[in-house]
C-alpha cells in the first residue's frame, strides 16, 4: 500500500514537504525572535531562582568539603565500634587546617544542628589540638573530652558526609534521622510545621470555599444584568484591585480590632456585650476574612468570563422542557460553569496555600500560614536552605492539587478568561 | 384530527415593556388544535413576544392566555407542557444527543424502558437513529437543529413553540427543513406555532399565518388567501412581489372601480374602498399581467422595458407602465416568441379582479 503513495511534487520538483518547510522556516524563526526576550526574562526570572531553591535546599556541601579527608577514611568504618586510627588522624589533619583557616567555628554550628554537643567539645578540641603530639591521635582526642570516645558522635560526623541531605525536608514535616539513621518525628511539643502545614491547607481550602459561594451569585449577576448596571457591579468587584494590598488589609485591621466598627456595629445592635467584644483579628477569623475578601476577585472573574459564555435560551430550554427552575440550574447551568468553577477554585487556593501579607498582620498566633514561617527562615534565621525547602514543599504541594485537579476535573476543561 | 377550534386563546392581550410603548396591542387569536399556524412579520412586530408570552417568559401586561381552555399567565413555564424549539437550539452542550431527549422524561420521572423508547421513536422521526452518543458540539447545524425538533417532541406535547428555528441554516437545508417539520406536523398532528420572518417559510409550512406588523395581526388566514386577497397595503407588500399604483377612486359600482392615477385611469377590486374621492393603493401580482393577452383583459396598457434580468426558469422584466417605473413582469421562459427586448414598447393586460385597490400606504 504505501509503496502505491506518491511523493508530491511542486511544479518545480521539489518535494512537498521540503518546499513547505523552507516557505514556513521564515516565520517560525521570526516567531521564536519575538518570543525570545520573554522567554530570556522567565529563565532567568523564574527558572534559574527555583533551580537555585532547589540546589540549596539539599545542598550539605559545607561540611563534606571542611573534612574531606575524614570522610574519606570513614567510608571504610562499619559504624559499630569506634572508629580506629587513620580516620582519628584523617579528622585531626582535617581540623588543623580548618583552625588554620578559623573555620572551626563554623563546623561546630553545622555539627551541632545533627547533633546537640558539638560546640563545647569543638572548643576544647581546639586548645588541646596546640598541644598535640605526632601519632596515635585517636587517644590524644578521646581525652580531650569524654564524647570524643563516645561512638555516638562519630556517627554524627558521618552522617554529614553526603554532599546531598533531605534533613530539611524532614525537619519541615517535624522528622529528622535519628542516631540509627531512621527517620523519626521529633517530640510531640516540639512538633510546630505539621500544625502549620495543615493550618494553611485548612485555611486556603476554607477561604476558597466562603470565595466560591460568595462570587457565583455575584458573578451571576453581572453575566446576566443589563450592560448599564453589570459594568458599574463590575467596577465594584475590580474596585479592590486598584487598592494597594497593604492597604486593603490595614482597613481589615481598623474594621476587625476589638474597639473596631465591626464590633460596635455587634455592641449596637445588641449581639454582644460591650465587656465581652470578640477577637475577630489576630486570630483565624481575621485572616478568613481578610483573604476572602482580597481573593473575591480572582474567583469572580473566571466564573462571570465563563458564564458570559452560557446563552441564556438554555435556562429556557431547561424551563420549557419540564425542568422547575432548581433542576434547570442544577442540570443545565451548574455543569456549564464548571469550568470556570475549577479555574476560580484553582487560582484562589493556589494563592491562599501561599499567602503571606495578609496573614501575617491580622493572623494573629493561630492565623499564620506555612509562609510567614518560610518568611520567618529567610529574614530572621538566616537558614535559607530550610526556607528553601519549605518553599519547595509548598510548590509540589500545588503542583499535586493542579496534578488531581487534571485528573478529576481535566486541565482542558479550565477556563481563566 | 381537529376537534378544538380555540385550542390556543389569546384574549385581549397587550404587552409592554417599558410602560411607554405597546409591543403587542389587544391581540386577539384563536390557534385550533393540531393547527400549524405561523406568525410572520418583520422584526420587532412583536411575534416573538407571542410567543415567549405563550411559552410562559413573559407575562402579558394586560387580557389573558387560554390553553386548552385553562387561563395560563399564572403558570410557570415548566408546567405549561408546551415544547420549544429556540432560535439557536438551545442544546445542551455538556450532554449527549440522548441525553438531550432523556432531560423532558426525566424531569417527569418517565421510566428509563420507556423514555429510550420515546427517544429512538424521536430520533427515527428526524432520521438521526444512531447518532444518541453523539455530543452537539459533533452534529452538523442541520442535525442540531432536528435533535432540538425531535427534544421538542419527545415528552408528546401538545403544543409546540418554534422560534426562527431554521434561521441560522444555509438555504438549501433551511428548505428541506421545512419540508421535514411539515411531514413531521403532519404525521403527528401536534399544534405547532412557529414564529419567522421568511415568508417563503411561512407560505411553505402553515395551515394558516398571522401576519403580525406594528403590534398587531394585519391579516390572518391560509398562505393561498394572504397571497391572492391581501386584505391591506402592508401585507400585500410584505407577502410576495407587488406591483402597486398610487390613486383616487373615481368611480364604484357591481364590484369594480375606477381608480384614477396621474395620467390614465384603471379598473381594480374594490377591498378597503368604500365610496368616491378615498385615496387607495392599487396591488397586482407580478403573474397576474400578462404581455401581450390573448384573452381578453379589461385593463390593457403600453408599457415601455427597461430591464430584464434572467432568471433561470422566469425571466424579469421591469417596465415603466403608467407612471410606475418600477413594474415587474415574470415571464416563464418558454413563452420564447414575445418580443422582450430593452426599450421595446409592448401591450401589458390584467384582470380588474386581481388588481385590488387597499388602504392607502
Same mark, same amino acid.
Given at each position: 500500500?504505501?509503496?502505491?503513495?506518491?511523493?508530491?511534487?511542486?511544479?518545480?520538483?521539489?518535494?512537498?514537504?521540503?518546499?513547505?518547510?523552507?516557505?514556513?522556516?521564515?516565520?517560525?524563526?521570526?516567531?521564536?525572535?519575538?518570543?525570545?526576550?520573554?522567554?530570556?526574562?522567565?529563565?532567568?526570572?523564574?527558572?534559574?531562582?527555583?533551580?537555585?531553591?532547589?540546589?540549596?535546599?539539599?545542598?550539605?556541601?559545607?561540611?563534606?568539603?571542611?573534612?574531606?579527608?575524614?570522610?574519606?577514611?570513614?567510608?571504610?568504618?562499619?559504624?559499630?565500634?569506634?572508629?580506629?586510627?587513620?580516620?582519628?588522624?584523617?579528622?585531626?589533619?582535617?581540623?588543623?587546617?580548618?583552625?588554620?583557616?578559623?573555620?572551626?567555628?563554623?563546623?561546630?554550628?553545622? !555539627?551541632?544542628?545533627?547533633?546537640?554537643?558539638?560546640?563545647?567539645?569543638?572548643?576544647?578540641?581546639?586548645?588541646?589540638?596546640k598541644k598535640f603530639e605526632e601519632?596515635?591521635?585517636?587517644?590524644?582526642?578521646?581525652?580531650?573530652?569524654?564524647?570524643?570516645?563516645?561512638?555516638?558522635?562519630?556517627?554524627?560526623?558521618?552522617?554529614?558526609?553526603?554532599?546531598?541531605?533531605?534533613?530539611?525536608?524532614?525537619?519541615?514535616?517535624?522528622?529528622?534521622?535519628?542516631?540509627?539513621?531512621?527517620?523519626?518525628?521529633?517530640?510531640?511539643?516540639?512538633?510546630?510545621?505539621?500544625?502549620?502545614?495543615?493550618?494553611?491547607?485548612?485555611?486556603?481550602?476554607?477561604?476558597?470555599?466562603?470565595?466560591?459561594?460568595?462570587?457565583?451569585?455575584?458573578?451571576?449577576?453581572?453575566?446576566?444584568?443589563?450592560?448599564?448596571?453589570?459594568?458599574?457591579l463590575m467596577i465594584c468587584v475590580?474596585?479592590?484591585?486598584?487598592?494597594?494590598?497593604?492597604?486593603?488589609?490595614?482597613?481589615?485591621?481598623?474594621?476587625?480590632?476589638?474597639?473596631?466598627?465591626?464590633?460596635?456595629?455587634?455592641?449596637?445592635?445588641?449581639?454582644?456585650?460591650?465587656?465581652?467584644?470578640?477577637?475577630?483579628?489576630?486570630?483565624?477569623?481575621?485572616?478568613?476574612?481578610?483573604?476572602?475578601?482580597?481573593?473575591?476577585?480572582?474567583?469572580?472573574?473566571?466564573?462571570?468570563?465563563?458564564?458570559?459564555?452560557?446563552?441564556?435560551?438554555?435556562?429556557?430550554?431547561?424551563?420549557?422542557?419540564?425542568?422547575?427552575?432548581?433542576?434547570?440550574?442544577?442540570?443545565?447551568?451548574?455543569?456549564?460553569?464548571?469550568?470556570?468553577?475549577?479555574?476560580?477554585?484553582?487560582?484562589?487556593?493556589?494563592?491562599?496555600?501561599? +499567602? +503571606?501579607?495578609?496573614?501575617?498582620?491580622?493572623?494573629?498566633?493561630?492565623?499564620? !500560614?506555612?509562609?510567614?514561617?518560610?518568611?520567618?527562615?529567610?529574614?530572621?534565621?538566616?537558614?535559607?536552605?530550610?526556607?528553601?525547602?519549605?518553599?519547595?514543599?509548598?510548590?509540589?504541594?500545588? !503542583?499535586?492539587?493542579?496534578?488531581?485537579?487534571?485528573?478529576?476535573?481535566?486541565?482542558?476543561?479550565?477556563?481563566?478568561? | 384530527?381537529?376537534?378544538?377550534?380555540?385550542?390556543?386563546?389569546?384574549?385581549?392581550?397587550?404587552?409592554?415593556?417599558?410602560?411607554?410603548?405597546?409591543?403587542?396591542?389587544?391581540?386577539?387569536?384563536?390557534?385550533?388544535?393540531?393547527?400549524?399556524?405561523?406568525?410572520?412579520?418583520?422584526?420587532?412586530?412583536?411575534?416573538?413576544?407571542?410567543?415567549?408570552?405563550?411559552?410562559?417568559?413573559?407575562?402579558?401586561?394586560?387580557?389573558?392566555?387560554? #390553553?386548552?381552555?385553562?387561563?395560563?399567565?399564572?403558570?410557570?413555564?415548566?408546567?405549561?407542557?408546551?415544547?420549544?424549539?429556540?432560535?439557536?437550539?438551545? #442544546?445542551?452542550?455538556?450532554?449527549?444527543?440522548?441525553?438531550?431527549?432523556?432531560?423532558?422524561?426525566?424531569?417527569?420521572?418517565?421510566?428509563?424502558?420507556?423514555?429510550?423508547?420515546?427517544?429512538?421513536?424521536?430520533?427515527?422521526?428526524?432520521?438521526?437513529?444512531?447518532?444518541?452518543?453523539?455530543?452537539?458540539?459533533?452534529?452538523?447545524?442541520?442535525?442540531?437543529?432536528?435533535?432540538?425538533?425531535?427534544?421538542?417532541?419527545?415528552?408528546?406535547?401538545?403544543?409546540?413553540?418554534?422560534? &426562527?428555528?431554521?434561521?441560522?441554516?444555509?438555504?438549501?437545508?433551511?428548505?428541506?427543513?421545512?419540508?421535514?417539520?411539515?411531514?413531521?406536523?403532519?404525521?403527528?398532528?401536534?399544534?405547532?406555532?412557529?414564529?419567522?420572518?421568511?415568508?417563503?417559510?411561512? #407560505?411553505?409550512?402553515?395551515?394558516?399565518?398571522?401576519?403580525?406588523?406594528?403590534?398587531?395581526?394585519?391579516?390572518?388566514?391560509?398562505?393561498?388567501?394572504?397571497?391572492?386577497?391581501?386584505?391591506?397595503?402592508?401585507?400585500?407588500?410584505?407577502?410576495?412581489?407587488?406591483?402597486?399604483?398610487?390613486?383616487?377612486?373615481?368611480?364604484?359600482?357591481?364590484?369594480?372601480?375606477?381608480?384614477?392615477?396621474?395620467?390614465?385611469?384603471? #379598473?381594480?377590486?374594490?377591498?378597503?374602498?368604500?365610496?368616491?374621492?378615498?385615496?387607495?393603493?392599487?396591488?397586482?401580482r407580478p403573474e397576474r399581467a400578462?404581455?401581450?393577452?390573448?384573452?381578453?383583459?379589461?385593463?390593457?396598457?403600453?408599457?415601455?422595458? &427597461?430591464?430584464?434580468?434572467?432568471?433561470?426558469?422566469?425571466?424579469?422584466?421591469?417596465?415603466?407602465?403608467?407612471?410606475?417605473?418600477?413594474?415587474?413582469?415574470?415571464?416563464?421562459?418558454?413563452?420564447?416568441?414575445?418580443?422582450?427586448?430593452?426599450?421595446? &414598447?409592448?401591450?401589458?393586460?390584467?384582470?380588474?379582479?386581481?388588481?385590488?385597490?387597499?388602504?392607502?400606504?
Open positions: 500500500m504505501s509503496s502505491e503513495i506518491k511523493q508530491i511534487l511542486t511544479t518545480d520538483g521539489i518535494p512537498l514537504e521540503v518546499s513547505l518547510k523552507k516557505a514556513e522556516r521564515k516565520n517560525k524563526i521570526k516567531a521564536f525572535l519575538l518570543v525570545a526576550p520573554l522567554l530570556l526574562f522567565l529563565i532567568i526570572t523564574y527558572v534559574f531562582p527555583i533551580g537555585d531553591m532547589l540546589f540549596r535546599s539539599v545542598d550539605d556541601k559545607m561540611v563534606t568539603q571542611m573534612l574531606p579527608k575524614t570522610f574519606k577514611a570513614m567510608e571504610n568504618w562499619d559504624g559499630q565500634e569506634l572508629p580506629d586510627e587513620e580516620v582519628f588522624a584523617a579528622f585531626h589533619e582535617d581540623f588543623i587546617k580548618l583552625v588554620e583557616d578559623k573555620r572551626e567555628g563554623k563546623l561546630s554550628t553545622q !555539627l551541632n544542628y545533627t547533633k546537640n554537643g558539638f560546640k563545647s567539645i569543638i572548643k576544647k578540641l581546639r586548645r588541646a589540638s601519632g596515635n591521635y585517636k587517644e590524644q582526642i578521646m581525652s580531650v573530652h569524654k564524647r570524643w570516645a563516645d561512638v555516638e558522635y562519630w556517627r554524627a560526623i558521618q552522617r554529614r558526609a553526603p554532599e546531598f541531605t533531605a534533613q530539611k525536608y524532614l525537619k519541615g514535616m517535624d522528622m529528622y534521622v535519628n542516631e540509627e539513621g531512621k527517620i523519626v518525628s521529633v517530640e510531640e511539643d516540639r512538633r510546630i510545621h505539621r500544625v502549620l502545614w495543615l493550618r494553611t491547607l485548612e485555611i486556603a481550602f476554607f477561604v476558597t470555599v466562603f470565595c466560591f459561594l460568595m462570587a457565583y451569585p455575584i458573578a451571576h449577576l453581572l453575566a446576566t444584568l443589563p450592560m448599564k448596571y453589570s459594568n458599574l475590580l474596585l479592590p484591585f486598584w487598592t494597594s494590598l497593604l492597604v486593603r488589609t490595614a482597613s481589615w485591621m481598623i474594621l476587625l480590632q476589638q474597639q473596631g466598627i465591626v464590633n460596635d456595629f455587634f455592641v449596637g445592635i445588641g449581639l454582644v456585650a460591650d465587656d465581652n467584644r470578640p477577637e475577630m483579628m489576630y486570630n483565624k477569623t481575621g485572616s478568613y476574612v481578610a483573604m476572602t475578601q482580597i481573593l473575591l476577585p480572582f474567583m469572580v472573574l473566571p466564573l462571570y468570563s465563563v458564564m458570559k459564555t452560557i446563552s441564556p435560551s438554555l435556562m429556557r430550554a431547561g424551563k420549557s422542557l419540564g425542568g422547575t427552575p432548581f433542576v434547570a440550574f442544577w442540570k443545565v447551568y451548574f455543569p456549564l460553569t464548571i469550568p470556570g468553577i475549577g479555574a476560580g477554585c484553582l487560582l484562589v487556593f493556589i494563592l491562599a496555600i501561599g +499567602y +503571606y501579607i495578609t496573614p501575617a498582620l491580622v493572623g494573629g498566633a493561630s492565623g499564620t !500560614l506555612i509562609s510567614n514561617q518560610i518568611a520567618f527562615h529567610m529574614k530572621s534565621t538566616l537558614d535559607w536552605s530550610f526556607a528553601s525547602a519549605m518553599g519547595l514543599m509548598l510548590l509540589s504541594g500545588v !503542583l499535586v492539587i493542579y496534578w488531581l485537579y487534571n485528573k478529576i476535573v481535566g486541565i482542558d476543561n479550565i477556563k481563566l478568561g | 384530527m381537529a376537534s378544538k377550534k380555540d385550542f390556543v386563546k389569546f384574549d385581549k392581550v397587550d404587552k409592554s415593556y417599558d410602560g411607554k410603548v405597546l409591543v403587542v396591542k389587544d391581540l386577539q387569536l384563536d390557534i385550533a388544535e393540531g393547527e400549524f399556524i405561523t406568525m410572520l412579520g418583520p422584526s420587532g412586530s412583536g411575534k416573538t413576544t407571542c410567543l415567549m408570552m405563550l411559552a410562559g417568559f413573559e407575562t402579558p401586561t394586560n387580557g389573558e392566555i387560554y #390553553l386548552d381552555g385553562k387561563a395560563i399567565s399564572s403558570i410557570p413555564p415548566h408546567k405549561r407542557g408546551i415544547g420549544m424549539v429556540f432560535q439557536n437550539y438551545a #442544546l445542551f452542550p455538556h450532554m449527549t444527543v440522548y441525553e438531550n431527549l432523556a432531560f423532558p422524561l426525566r424531569v417527569r420521572k418517565i421510566p428509563k424502558d420507556e423514555a429510550d423508547k420515546k427517544i429512538d421513536k424521536a430520533l427515527s422521526m428526524v432520521s438521526l437513529q444512531g447518532f444518541a452518543a453523539r455530543m452537539p458540539g459533533q452534529l452538523s447545524g442541520g442535525q442540531q437543529q432536528r435533535v432540538a425538533v425531535a427534544r421538542s417532541l419527545v415528552f408528546d406535547p401538545q403544543l409546540v413553540l418554534m422560534d &426562527e428555528p431554521l434561521g441560522a441554516l444555509d438555504k438549501n437545508l433551511r428548505e428541506s427543513m421545512q419540508y421535514e417539520i411539515k411531514h413531521i406536523h403532519e404525521s403527528i398532528g401536534v399544534t405547532v406555532v412557529y414564529v419567522t420572518h421568511d415568508q417563503s417559510e411561512a #407560505l411553505t409550512m402553515s395551515n394558516r399565518i398571522a401576519v403580525f406588523n406594528d403590534g398587531k395581526v394585519q391579516q390572518l388566514s391560509s398562505p393561498d388567501e394572504l397571497y391572492e386577497k391581501p386584505v391591506n397595503s402592508f401585507v400585500a407588500e410584505f407577502i410576495g412581489e407587488n406591483n402597486t399604483f398610487g390613486g383616487e377612486v373615481s368611480d364604484i359600482s357591481g364590484g369594480k372601480c375606477k381608480v384614477k392615477l396621474a395620467n390614465a385611469e384603471i #379598473l381594480a377590486n374594490p377591498i378597503s374602498v368604500k365610496g368616491k374621492g378615498e385615496r387607495t393603493t392599487v396591488s397586482l400578462l404581455i401581450n393577452p390573448s384573452t381578453k383583459m379589461d385593463n390593457l396598457h403600453k408599457g415601455k422595458i &427597461e430591464e430584464v434580468i434572467y432568471h433561470g426558469d422566469h425571466t424579469r422584466v421591469r417596465i415603466n407602465l403608467l407612471g410606475n417605473p418600477e413594474f415587474i413582469l415574470k415571464v416563464p421562459n418558454s413563452s420564447s416568441n414575445l418580443d422582450i427586448k430593452l426599450g421595446n &414598447e409592448i401591450n401589458i393586460g390584467w384582470n380588474s379582479d386581481d388588481a385590488r385597490a387597499l388602504d392607502p400606504k
